[in-house]
């Protein structure tokens, strides 16, 4: 319909699509509708409104790991509203569509991402082209503005690069801060000095040593089997999980958090998607809970399917649902680990 210009009807049926996907679990198909909607909107004038449809769409689509078209959605809004947006909007919106689409393999999609670098570029900047186009080299006027913007954002934030990646777009500073050390070194001067931040309380006590025992106990880091096929959770969680001071090994399937629990590594907690490839996250917990050596090991399920009765079967000791759940991570780790025996 938007191709043939019946874009009223378009809008209609759209918004009729949303209503209904709001109810059901099929995020990405969510994402799609509300991205459809949004361009309806801006094309009858309703600017407004089709900017928060299209954030939302963005916001949806990483939510369920969809980041093609997270950055999809976040392409339309600068191809729809590009005129209608601010300099440092318009400009964040490119940013986080080039991260999310970084991987991308789509020749369509990366020829839209192109073509909106130009758009932010002439929008945003008014970065002058020369007549002939001589000498011109678009990836590194953009670079320029990124610099710009960085450099801009990071004054605006005292240095902090937390604050400036929220200032940016980035969802996750470690992304901003990656992008400064590879792109921007000349940058670095202007963050603020690191502070080491405040670690979890939750430490475990090393065993006893039969002789020459010293009265101070050493302390190690809680160490966490954490198993998930989708990266851009399994990022996150794990850096959720870092900033307390914990050590985190990853699995991106069953099978390879199985072999290491097979061959006798030590971990003191176990965090497990169910829906894994080659051995699901509820195979995983009924393996763990027969070795001898992981007995009293507490197991955590962060799923997308409620499988909690299932869970409760094969001995986990908590179930969370994501992503409602995820803000739950530590506070319930925290719990298990400071039950267990021998735990500060």
């Known amino acids: 319909m938007l191709a043939e210009g019946r874009v009223t009807e378009a809008e209609k049926f759209a918004r009729s699509a949303v209503r209904v996907l709001e109810w059901g679990g099929e995020q990405s198909l969510l994402a799609e509708s509300l991205t459809t909607h949004g361009i309806a909107l801006a094309r009858l004038g309703r600017h407004e409104q089709a900017g928060a449809a299209l954030r939302r769409a963005v916001e949806v689509a990483e939510q369920a790991g969809d980041v093609e078209s997270a950055g999809q959605a976040a392409l339309s809004?600068?191809?729809?509203?590009?005129?209608?947006?601010?300099?440092?909007?318009?400009?964040?919106?490119?940013?986080?569509?080039?991260?999310l689409l970084s991987r991308s393999q789509n020749v369509a999609t990366l020829k839209r991402l192109s073509t909106c670098a130009r758009r932010v570029l002439f929008l945003a900047h008014g970065a002058p082209v020369p007549a002939d186009w001589k000498g011109f080299s678009l990836k590194e006027a953009v670079r320029r503005y990124e610099s710009h913007l960085i450099a801009r954002a990071l004054?605006?934030?005292?240095?902090?690069?937390?604050?400036?990646?929220?200032?940016?777009?980035?969802?996750?500073?470690?992304s901003l801060s990656s992008l400064i050390q590879n792109h921007?070194?000349?940058?670095?001067?202007?963050r603020a000095p690191v502070v080491p931040r405040k670690r979890s309380l939750i430490y475990l006590r090393g065993p006893r040593r039969t002789t020459h025992y010293r009265a101070e106990e050493a302390v190690r880091p809680v160490s966490i089997l954490y198993a998930e096929d989708n990266q851009v959770v399994a990022d996150a969680v794990r850096e959720t999980l870092e900033a307390e001071g914990w050590q985190v090994e990853l699995c991106a399937d069953g099978g390879s958090a199985m072999n290491r629990l097979a061959c006798g590594a030590r971990y003191d907690l176990l965090l497990l998607d169910n829906d894994l490839p080659g051995v699901s996250g509820l195979e995983l917990a009924q393996y763990a809970r027969?070795?001898?050596?992981?007995?009293?090991?507490?197991?955590?399920?962060?799923?997308?399917?409620?499988?909690?009765?299932?869970?409760?079967?094969?001995?986990?000791?908590?179930?969370?649902?994501?992503?409602?759940?995820?803000?739950?991570?530590?506070?319930?780790?925290?719990?298990?680990?400071?039950?267990?025996?021998?735990?500060?």
Do not use: C, W
Request: no cysteine.
């Open 155 to 174: 004054s605006d934030a005292g240095g902090l690069v937390s604050r400036a990646a929220q200032l940016l777009g980035f969802k996750h500073h470690h």
């Open 184 to 190: 921007h070194p000349g940058l670095l001067q202007a």
């Open 77 to 99: 809004l600068i191809e729809e509203l590009g005129e209608h947006l601010p300099a440092e909007e318009l400009t964040a919106a490119y940013g986080h569509a080039a991260e």
């Open 290 to 344: 027969n070795l001898p050596s992981h007995e009293g090991m507490p197991i955590v399920m962060l799923s997308a399917s409620d499988h909690r009765a299932e869970a409760r079967r094969a001995g986990i000791d908590a179930f969370l649902l994501k992503p409602e759940d995820a803000g739950l991570i530590t506070q319930t780790i925290s719990r298990l680990l400071a039950d267990r025996p021998g735990s500060d």
